[in-house]
């Protein structure tokens, strides 16, 4: 169980700044993301963590002068109750009767109030979104504060930023050059009669030019901005990153201070207004950035780059079934490890939830082109595993049990891509309980996986697949089923997704995407279950086509990992479910048992687990 950070020194430090004469604000709002809008981020940036003690990737703080209010998803809610104090109160996003935090500040606070931002950290949409729903009301206003004021409550305790060098990514990976890119880019520029693009989401920026950063953890992305026009790209960046190499790929490429675009887009607004011409901005760039620029001198649009970058070319989809099959291997040598250890060495009560994830990581980074993991694993036992995003800490984490179940979600990112997969075993004896609802999530996996469907379908109506056998006992899970991945980039990325989440109705499939199929169950005290494979969108070959050309696609799953078969309920399984289980089971086999040492613990373990049902 995890011990609430006490932050009541820390929100009075923050009200008396607030109540002060030189910022005089009611309210003060601390997002989760960065100036890049990034869901992970730096430690230096993990503002809503100091002064809340929940450390989750996703919520928003708002802080009043009596009250502090964290609003969160369903997959933090165990998780930010066990985080915070006494002076937070939880607000569950999504939940009946819950307003967003826009609402909270524009209904449920008095007329008038000012409520303080820092610019660079809220969306130019979310900022007048807020500022019209203030103003509403009456007087209100939004009022945007240069100084944050969290970084002045951390003071001196506050991480430096990242300072490391970029580098480059191979042409062999990539499968592109940064010039192909960026001539594809000024397509849509042209397209849109816009002069250029303000790029400010770090995974688009690292995409475009084929480079890769240390910045954030998991996350091969570094702290940059970038504007390309019809004649000219620049990037601005701290040069100290840049090494000799570096500025040798990036020739032709402007390169400026980090900080500078602030400047020369409110220099560049001049020439906008004389040429009545516009800046193309996502809806994702910062209140901060559009204010340099001018709100009447920029046009929001989708980023070209999204969804570029979403649809993988062949080196990229070839990188993302080869590290798969390594990272396959990994997991065998490593669940064959665990399981010997808590079976036959007395690792049973004894081994924790940090010392398997350390060893998971450990055999992860043997295999060829690992540079590290994609995100925090989750290794989870028991009740922890019910926390959605559970992040184990040593001292606080829970020990191996073989009578509860054990959930394992778990990354690499490797040079040729980036790797999400999640696994749900039990090394004793399952309950019946927890043999059906196991079932049920692995029968919505399957019907996810062996869906066929038009060229341009969205997630939102390929998500009911994945959770009909829940629902037909009345159960379902509080996360979306599944998300794009990078190649070699965040393990997290759009447009697309499979949610019934209304925002990713426009984002449809189309072939070259990837996409993880990630349904569960959640039981509040006693388990969880989540079965995650990444998969690639492919092209179906159908007997006819009733589409007039556009085609059908389906889903190949390049996650090369067995699902364990004692945990399912055989009298629910039906006949095309049990097939379709053996042929994934004989492709793992096929592909991974050649990179594991015959006679070896991983090597054994495979070959039982992939044995037909």
């Avoid at 606070?109 to 660079?120: A, F, N, S």
């Avoid at 019809?230 to 201070?257: F, M, Q, W």
């Avoid at 295999?367 to 995003?389: P, R």
Wanted: aromatic share 8%; proline share 4%; hydrophobic share 35%.
């Amino acid at each position: 169980m995890a011990t609430p950070v006490n932050t009541t020194d820390r929100l009075k430090h923050l009200r008396e700044l607030m109540a002060s004469a030189k910022y005089n604000i009611n309210a003060y709002v601390v997002p989760s993301e960065d100036a890049h809008q990034s869901e992970y981020v730096a430690a230096c940036d993990e503002r809503r963590a100091f002064i809340s003690g929940f450390n989750g990737s996703a919520g928003c703080a708002i802080v009043t002068m009596d009250k502090a209010a964290m609003f969160t998803d369903g997959r933090y809610f165990l998780q930010a109750r066990q985080q915070m104090d006494d002076n937070w109160t939880l607000m569950k996003r999504g939940i009946p009767g819950v307003p967003s935090p826009q609402d909270y500040l524009a209904e449920h606070l008095p007329e008038g109030t000012r409520v303080g931002i820092d610019p660079t950290l809220m969306t130019a949409t979310e900022a007048n979104e807020l500022k019209e729903k203030l103003q509403a009301r009456g007087n209100g206003d939004l009022v945007a504060i240069e100084d944050n004021l969290v970084d002045i409550v951390w003071g001196k305790d506050r991480p430096e930023r990242p300072k490391n060098t970029v580098f480059i990514h191979d042409i062999k990976y990539a499968g592109e050059s940064h010039d192909s890119k960026v001539a594809r880019v000024r397509e849509f520029i042209e397209k849109e009669n816009a002069s250029g693009l303000v790029v400010s989401a770090l995974d688009e920026i690292a995409w475009l030019f084929n480079l890769r950063g240390t910045d954030i953890d998991f996350n091969p992305v570094f702290f940059a901005y970038a504007v390309v026009t019809r004649d000219k790209v620049t990037l601005y960046i701290d040069e100290a990153k840049l090494t000799d190499a570096v500025r040798s790929h990036l020739s032709g490429v402007v390169v400026c201070p980090y900080h500078e675009i602030f400047g020369e887009l409110n220099t560049l607004s001049s020439s906008l207004v004389e040429t009545k011409s516009h800046l193309l901005v996502s809806s994702s760039t910062s209140f901060a950035l559009v204010q340099a620029l001018g709100t009447d001198n920029v046009k929001m649009s989708k980023s070209p780059i999204t969804h570029l970058k979403a649809i993988k070319n062949a080196a990229e989809l070839e990188g993302m079934r080869q590290c798969h099959i390594r990272d396959g291997a990994a997991l065998a040598n490593y669940f064959g490890w665990l399981e010997n250890e808590l079976l036959n060495k007395d690792g049973n009560l004894r081994l924790s939830e940090v010392d398997v994830a350390d060893k998971l990581e450990e055999l992860r980074r043997e295999q060829e082109h690992c540079v590290g993991l994609s995100f925090s694993t989750i290794s989870s036992v028991g009740a922890n595993g019910a926390i959605i995003h559970y992040s184990p800490q040593r001292g606080s984490d829970a020990l191996l049990d073989i009578t509860k179940m054990y959930l394992c979600d778990s990354g690499g990112q490797y040079l040729d891509g980036t790797t999400d997969v999640t696994r749900t075993y039990h090394f004793g004896e399952p309950t019946a309980w927890e043999r059906e609802c196991f079932t049920r999530v692995l029968k919505g996996h399957i019907a996810l996986d062996r869906a066929v469907f038009p060229n341009g379908t969205s997630g939102f109506a390929l998500d009911p697949l994945a959770r009909m056998p829940l629902w037909e006992l009345g159960l379902d899970y509080r996360h979306g089923t599944g998300h794009g991945v990078g190649s070699f980039l965040n393990v997290h990325e759009g447009p697309q997704g499979v949610s019934m989440r209304k925002t990713i109705i426009d984002a449809g499939f189309n072939a070259g995407m990837t996409i993880t199929n990630e349904p569960g169950y959640y039981e509040d005290g006693n388990f969880g279950i989540r079965i995650e494979n990444t998969c690639l969108v492919v092209k179906a070959d159908t007997k006819f086509d009733y589409t007039g050309g556009s085609g059908y696609l389906k889903f190949e799953p390049v996650t090369m990992v067995p699902i364990q078969k004692k945990l399912i309920s055989s009298e629910l399984f039906t006949d095309v479910e049990r097939k379709w289980l053996n042929d994934y089971h004989q492709e793992v086999w096929r592909k991974v048992s050649p990179r594991l040492e015959k006679g070896s613990l991983g090597y054994e373990w495979l070959k039982r687990e992939t044995s037909p049902m």
